[in-house]
């Protein structure tokens, strides 16, 4: 039986824009920031990670546009 993945790739994007995280080659997330890697793909976790350690940020870069720009520059300093 075949399961549709659409969900699951909307999750990743979420993640990214939300929380910093983006998926590593195993599929789990890494965080943008700190570069922890999270070996549990699990929402709650990352969720925790990112208000825990990064108000500020969300501070500074409110959801829309901002944050993506801001999680944008992360991705590119990472793939640099
Ligand atoms: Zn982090």
Redesign the pocket.
């Known amino acids: 039986m075949q399961r549709k993945r659409r969900n699951e790739n909307r999750n990743k994007v979420d993640w990214t824009v939300n929380f ?1 995280f983006i998926q590593n080659l195993n599929g789990l997330p890494t ?6 890697k999270f070996t549990h793909n699990k929402k709650s976790n990352l969720e925790r ?2 208000t825990r ?2 108000a500020s940020f969300s501070t500074k870069y409110p959801t829309g546009d901002a944050r993506k720009k801001a999680v944008e520059e992360l991705q590119k300093s990472q793939e640099a």
Do not use: V
């Open positions: 910093a965080c943008l920031i700190s570069k922890e990670h990112f350690k990064y």
